[in-house]
């Protein structure tokens, strides 16, 4: 085989319940992850013979805001690659091309999306034959949202976010994505979740997942899941960027069964009833300022798998 092309899905957040900070500088999370038809594409081929002596991993990424995601060893998809050969104990070549739909820096976890997708590409690239838990393990070290893009469907990550539990959900959910101009840092929001939490004095609770939310997903109720959307990132990524709250209620006032802010922003999801629901909706969100274009996507959907 001299080129694997894998297709991987963007996330939504909903239910995002932060706990302190630990020592290590993550958050104890209840995180449920719910995967969602905005989908990246990783390409692993075979470099050509005459290309010799380059760098062992090269990547290129094409598509939706292309010129933010780095081009380097600091590419997330580059870091898994060489995670993974190194794992498998070789030392190993590859192309990755990334054609990107899913927002950089959006609060979709695209980063992770593209390291799953290096993972399984990979994987079957250079035949190692890894099953899906070991590329999880080497998924987890990269960043906190990569075993659920490998996993997809809709499950609760507990940890900070990693250990993941598959949960029972019937039905389809559709949904509208408002995509901001710019992406907001997750170490940033984080931060500023604990500033605002030290403001505000207390403690804060542990994490736990909430009932309503989980029984609205097994019955496939819209309404009911609408009204159990939470995360507790989200007075931070509002106090980062204050013209996201315009957003969120533009699709409340068009009449979306749920509004919040995706993970830790700046993207926007709102939850609809039905697919031409969502349309109607995306049409109404797109006029808020700080919205640069609204897309529809339903879920959940399977994680990253190969294409074709
Ligand atoms: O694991 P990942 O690289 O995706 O996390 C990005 C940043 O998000 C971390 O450096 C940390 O600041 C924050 N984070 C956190 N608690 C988590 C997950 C992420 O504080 N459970």
Redesign the pocket.
Same mark, same amino acid.
């Given at each position: 085989m001299s080129a694997v092309t894998v297709r991987v899905p963007a996330k939504v957040n909903l239910q995002l319940a932060v706990g302190p900070l630990r020592e290590d #500088? @993550?958050?104890d999370?209840v995180n449920v992850f719910h995967a969602v038809s905005l989908f990246d594409e990783v390409t692993a081929s075979e470099p050509a013979d005459g290309d010799a002596g380059e760098a062992p991993l090269r990547v290129r990424v094409e598509g939706e805001s292309a010129g933010e995601v780095p081009a380097g060893d600091d590419n997330l998809a580059v870091r898994a690659a060489r995670a993974l050969a190194r794992w498998a104990g070789r030392s190993y070549r590859a192309d990755l091309l990334i054609r990107k739909s899913i927002p950089v820096a959006g609060g979709m976890a695209g980063g &992770?999306a593209d390291a799953a997708a290096a993972l399984v590409a990979c994987n079957e690239l250079w035949g190692l034959g890894l099953p899906l838990g070991d590329l999880m393990e080497i998924g987890a070290d990269i #960043? &906190?949202?990569v075993p659920f893009a490998l996993l997809g469907g809709t499950a609760v990550g507990t940890g900070? #976010?990693e250990r993941l539990t598959p949960l029972p959900t019937s039905g389809v959910f559709h949904w509208v994505f408002a995509l901001a101009g710019g992406g907001l840092s997750?170490?940033r929001v @984080?931060g500023e979740c604990d500033r605002l939490r030290e403001e505000a004095g207390g403690p804060v609770p542990r994490p736990t997942a909430s009932d309503d939310l989980l029984a609205a997903l097994r019955k496939g109720d819209p309404h009911a899941l609408g009204r159990a959307l939470t995360n507790d990132l989200q007075p931070a990524a509002l106090e980062l960027r204050p013209a996201l709250a315009a957003t969120l209620d533009a699709g409340r006032v068009a009449g979306a069964l749920g509004a919040l802010v995706s993970g830790s922003g700046p993207t926007c999801a709102f939850l609809a009833e039905s697919a031409e629901h969502a349309a109607a909706l995306a049409k109404s969100i797109e006029v808020a300022d700080d919205c640069r274009s609204a897309v529809t996507a339903s879920g959940p959907v399977p994680g990253a798998s190969v294409a074709g």
């Open positions: #500088g @993550y958050h999370l &992770s #960043g &906190s949202d900070r #976010g997750t170490p @984080y």
